[in-house]
């Protein structure tokens, strides 16, 4: 498996523990918001204001959705003449994702506070890191964490930021940071995928020690991890290869 499949495996991973995380929130938020609409109104004079803040919610929702279509747009040559097209398609990936980060952006930049706002930033997070560009998804996911705090977003930006820097070389505050993340008792992100991402980051920082007691743990505290069988497996890798 070559450099650039092994950045595409582990994105794939972020984005798996951030559905995780954001499986686990879903339900919060919603209550949270129904006690918030339920205040607002009972302010009567205040059903203006939130009239005015919903419709900027919508604004903001709709930009994001577009920017959504733009990252699943197909991969491939234009629709034929004559055909009509299904929706946009870029030569390649990469175009595609240059495309879907500046939608990301512009969302961001013009709704900052909206909780579309933020994800659209950590969109653009992930998509610059997607494209190679750690040191700059650094600064976004900087930016949800000043934002949102201790919510979802910002903790999947702590994940992010720490993969940033691993990304970027900067292995001992990526590993202080994933250690972090990973002893919260009352985080939103699990710990296991937390760990492996550790684990992974001690293999990339020439600490094979560190690696292989991490690798075991998973193995060891969480037998029905989905990362289970890849500690294993990794785990026996990093043994063979230090004997």
Same mark, same amino acid.
């Given at each position: ?9 582990? /994105? ?10 954001? /499986? ?29 803040? &919903? ?15 733009? /990252? ?29 980060? $500046?939608?990301?952006?512009?969302? !961001? ?9 933020? *994800? !659209? ?51 001992? &505050? ?29 293999? &990339?920082?020439?600490?094979?020690? $560190? !690696?292989?007691?991490? *690798? ?17 497996? /990794? ?9």
């Amino acid at each position: 498996m070559n450099r650039a499949q092994r950045h595409h495996l582990k /994105e794939n991973e972020l984005e798996r523990l951030a559905a995780q995380a954001r /499986e686990t929130m879903e339900a919060r938020r919603r209550e949270i918001l129904a006690a918030v609409v339920a205040i607002v109104v009972l302010g009567g004079g205040a059903l203006g204001y939130y009239g005015w803040q &919903q419709r900027g919610e919508g604004r903001a929702h709709a930009a994001l959705a577009e920017a959504l279509t733009i /990252e699943a747009a197909r991969i491939g040559p234009p629709a034929a003449p004559g055909t009509v097209a299904p929706g946009p398609s870029f030569p390649t990936e990469r175009e595609r994702s240059q495309a879907a980060l $500046e939608k990301f952006k512009a969302v !961001a930049d013009q709704y900052p506070d909206s909780d579309a706002g933020i *994800f !659209a930033r950590y969109k653009q997070a992930t998509t610059q890191m997607l494209l190679g560009a750690p040191a700059e998804a650094a600064t976004a996911y900087q930016d949800v964490m000043q934002r949102d705090g201790d919510g979802v977003y910002g903790q999947m930006a702590q994940l992010g930021l720490a993969e940033a820097h691993a990304r970027s070389g900067q292995y001992d &505050q990526a590993i202080d940071a994933f250690k972090k993340l990973s002893a919260r008792t009352d985080g939103t992100l699990p710990v296991d995928g937390v760990l492996m991402q550790l684990a992974r980051t001690y293999v &990339q920082a020439g600490k094979p020690t $560190e !690696a292989q007691q991490t *690798f075991n743990r998973i193995v060891q505290e969480f037998p029905e991890s989905p990362f289970n069988a890849q500690a294993k497996q /990794e785990g026996e890798a990093l043994k063979k290869a230090s004997t």
